[in-house]
T-cell receptor, first 113, second 111 residues
């Protein structure tokens, strides 16, 4: 049973470009969570999604950031017009329901030049 | 809002010494508390998960305690080894689904 998959593992973008981060949950998991780890800081909750629904996006910046989890395919975290302050590690976690343990992927490290 | 603090931020010990890592949280109404290990540039490895009804969990050389009333958890690592060098994160889960993480304690075990 493969774990949570994230790709790409490393992503380099220039200021103003778009970044798309993908997360494939563990088999049988329909709940996905995104967290961001800024340099020298702890992970911060960004958004919680179930298939085709955003349940809680209270931790996500209001502008430039969006997330989706379509019926088919991975969850996508999209950052438009990236700025240097978006440079961070973005982790995805999944669980079979909202009460169970969250299992984390290896993360995507975004560097904005 | 849950706030999680880890002290110290960094720790250096000689091989063989026992490690004591501290985690404090402000809201005692937690669902569980989890300890993770993170190696540089890598993902999170779950070490121990303590449910709110439990006082401690053990796995090999690792033991984690939980005191909800005082808002504290402690991770003990016995007989440290150079391979234990990493950053250790604690995360408190409130009675919803959000994990609130501390900034971590970076451990260096000197051979």
């Amino acid at each position: 049973n493969a774990g949570v998959m994230q790709n790409p593992r490393h992503l380099v973008r220039r200021r103003g470009q778009e970044a798309r981060l993908r997360c494939s949950p563990m088999k049988g998991h329909s709940h996905v969570y995104w967290y961001r780890q800024l340099p020298e800081e702890g992970l911060k909750f960004m958004v919680y999604l179930q298939k085709e629904n955003i349940i809680d996006e209270s931790g996500m910046p209001k502008e430039r950031f969006s997330a989706e989890f379509p019926k088919e395919g991975p969850s996508i975290l999209r950052i438009q017009q990236v700025v240097r302050g978006d440079s961070a590690a973005y982790f995805c976690a999944s669980s079979p329901d909202s009460r169970n343990e969250q299992f984390f992927g290896p993360g995507t490290r975004l560097t904005v030049l | 809002k849950q706030e999680v603090t880890q002290i110290p931020a960094a720790l250096s010990v000689p091989e063989g010494e026992n490690l004591v890592l501290n985690c404090s949280f402000t809201d005692s109404a937690i669902y569980n508390l989890q300890w993770f290990r993170q190696d540089p540039g890598k993902g999170l490895t779950s070490l121990l998960l303590i449910q709110s009804s439990q006082r401690e969990q053990t796995s090999g050389r690792l033991n984690a305690s939980l005191d909800k009333s005082s808002g504290r958890s402690t991770l003990y690592i016995a007989a440290s080894q150079p391979g234990d060098s990493a950053t250790y994160l604690c995360a408190a889960r409130s009675n919803d689904y959000k994990l609130s993480f501390g900034a971590g304690t970076t451990v260096t075990v000197r051979a």
